[in-house]
C-alpha cells in the first residue's frame, strides 16, 4: 500500500502564523515559535518508514520554491478556499498521484507521537475501516485518515469550532461510512496549550546530570 502524510502548513511570516498566541507573546515570538513547532513535526516525519511526507503550504507562487529549499521537503501548494475545501483538493491531488493510503496532520503539533500516525495507517489497511480521525481536546481533530476522498467530510463543518470532530462524525455517519477514533492529543494555538506542551515536555525528558 502506497502511503502519503500530507502536512499543512504555512510560511513562518510575523503577523501571519499563531495570532492567538502573538495576542500574548508578540508577532515575532509566534512566528519564531511556529518555526520550531515546524521543523519539529518536518523532522519527525522523516522517521516513518514507507510513508512519503508531502507538504502543502498556504503560500503564494512565488514562495513555493523558496519554501522547499529552505525546509527541504516535497511541496504543493493548498488551493484557494476554505479548510474544508484546501485538505480535500489536496487529498484528491494525493490520491491521483497513486497513494492508496493518506493522512493529514497540521504543523503545530510538535509532540505527537508517531506511534498515533502509524497506527492510522494499520487501521486504514482494514477493508471495513473508511476514516480515521485523531481528536484534539478542543473538539477538533489533530489526523484525517482516507483510502479515498469522501467529500461530505469536508463540506459545511464549522472549522475553526468546538464542533469539527461531532460535525465531521456526524457528517460520516450519515453517509454510512465507518469511522475510527484514535488517542487524542492536542496541537498548539493558545497560552495554555503551549504551557502543557511544555509540561509534557518536562516530564519526558530524561535528569540533567551534573
Not at 512519503?52 to 503550504?57: D, L, R
Not at 522547499?68 to 479548510?83: F, K, T, V, W
Not at 472549522?159 to 477514533?181: F, G, I, N, P
Amino acid at each position: 500500500m502506497k502511503k502519503g502524510l500530507l502536512v499543512f502548513a504555512r510560511a513562518p511570516i510575523p503577523g501571519k502564523v499563531k495570532t492567538r498566541l502573538a495576542a500574548t507573546f508578540g508577532d515575532q515570538a509566534a512566528a519564531e515559535l511556529y518555526e520550531t513547532m515546524l521543523q519539529d513535526v518536518l523532522k519527525a516525519t522523516r522517521q516513518l518508514k514507507d510513508i512519503e511526507p508531502v507538504v502543502f503550504w498556504d503560500c503564494g507562487e512565488a514562495l513555493l520554491p523558496l519554501l522547499a529549499e529552505r525546509y527541504r521537503c516535497n511541496s504543493r501548494r493548498q488551493i484557494s478556499g476554505d479548510l474544508g475545501q484546501r485538505m480535500q483538493a489536496a487529498f484528491e491531488e494525493m490520491f491521483a498521484r497513486g497513494f492508496e493510503a493518506c493522512c493529514i496532520i497540521g504543523s503545530d503539533a510538535p509532540d505527537l507521537p508517531l506511534s498515533y500516525i502509524m497506527e492510522a495507517y494499520r487501521l486504514l489497511a482494514a477493508p471495513q475501516v473508511d476514516v480515521v480521525f485523531g481528536p484534539s481536546k478542543d473538539g477538533g481533530y489533530y489526523l484525517l485518515g482516507l483510502r479515498q476522498v469522501w467529500g461530505q467530510l469536508f463540506a459545511q463543518i464549522p472549522w475553526s469550532s468546538a464542533a469539527v470532530l461531532e460535525q465531521s462524525l456526524a457528517a460520516a455517519r450519515d453517509s454510512a461510512l465507518t469511522a475510527v477514533l484514535l488517542p487524542e492529543w492536542q496541537d498548539i494555538d493558545t497560552p495554555e496549550d503551549l504551557q502543557a506542551f511544555r509540561e509534557r515536555k518536562r516530564l519526558t525528558s530524561p535528569p540533567e546530570t551534573t
